[in-house]
């Protein structure tokens, strides 16, 4: 085992392998307040990569319905309750922003023994992965009963009766627990983009894999007998799009969503030291500046890289298991957005270019007012998004484009 710094969770954990990182890291946003489970980019994924015989209850990209739903069914429930069980040091919780309970890496070490499992994992069974949305649309009420509407309705901050979709992909975690399990050393971080594959010619099917990913992202596939799992399109990162003339492109997912609540795009890293700082580029800001995106389970300590601005009508404690100790935070932040991050959420889905950067141009003041208690002004500011080459890839304005439709236009009866 190797001491390796999580910043996620505030504190050097150990891990098998020793900390080292990509000159660049695959990651995203997803904004929980927007996704209206379309499952249209479940369908994009499925139709690109796992269409074929033996993958028929693959889904590499799937959205849940919380609290109930789960893909495989009840994969984070199970695995909390297993780190609640290994775990008998008594602290289990966080303290300010450090997590002082264990990782699933941790967990393993001390309670099952580093030869016999190194990670802290179940391998679901065949019924659990049968439904990618099982429990759909399913609100918990206050008794925490299924499909109990609360009989005086709903009030903001957080609602009494609510679920949330949670759409999920394979987080590319930066101290990836299925690379940590096998022991084939079948599965790699790519160097360039941070990108964790398996190689298909070296796996034998162990599922070691599939037992150790605590998101269950790793997916065995009966008609190989091989592990297969997302792959973050990366010929599309590589810009091997004919249609981006060599410059990086959004997933297949994150490119088909409706609900415009994704944005992805290749952090800079520091090899030695993780995320370098990258004031401009978006994901960076609306991460590591603003702070409204933030990890999924950070506690279970793979570093994952995927990020989501949490879903503001949820009640605070549930968040807070599922997204740390941040959420208040990023809730208030998210709520009553201030000027920049205004114009970055215009970002979202204007392009299926990857955003290095942007630049905003300050324009005029359209109105004021209050929010929940406090100042808000609307300006019409303008955001420019560029590409990895420098070259602007669209301009857009906070305020929509307003268009009057003639009187007399050629679909009139
Ligand atoms: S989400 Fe799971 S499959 Fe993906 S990199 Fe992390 S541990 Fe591996
Ligand atoms: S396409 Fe977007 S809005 Fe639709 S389910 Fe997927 S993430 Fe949600």
Redesign the pocket.
Known sequence: MSLVYNWQINRKMEYPHAEHHPERQFAFV?NLN?????????M?CKSTWTFSKGQEYMWW?N?ETKPYGGYPQSWDVKLLKMLDEADTSGKRAWNGDTFEGMTIFEAAQKHIGENSQRVLGYLPTDEEWRFPNIYEDSPIGPEGTKGNFHKEGVHLPSHKTWFF?L?RICNHCTYPACLAACPRHAIYKRPEDGVVLVDQERCRGYRKCVEACPYKKAMYRPSTRVTEKCIACYPRLEGKDPETKGQPMETR?MA???????LQGLVQTNTDSGWAEDRYNPLYYLIKVAKVALPLYPQFGTEPNGYYIPPRWVPRAFLKQMFGPGVDHAIDTYMVPDRELLAVQQLFRKSNRIIFKYRIEEGPKVFETEIHGKPFTLYNDTIIAYDKAGEEIFRTQVEEPFYVRPDKHQNSI
């Open positions: 997803f927007r996704c209206i489970g379309c499952q249209t980019c479940t994009a990209n959205v979709y759409a997912c088909a969503c409706i609900g415009q609540i994704r």
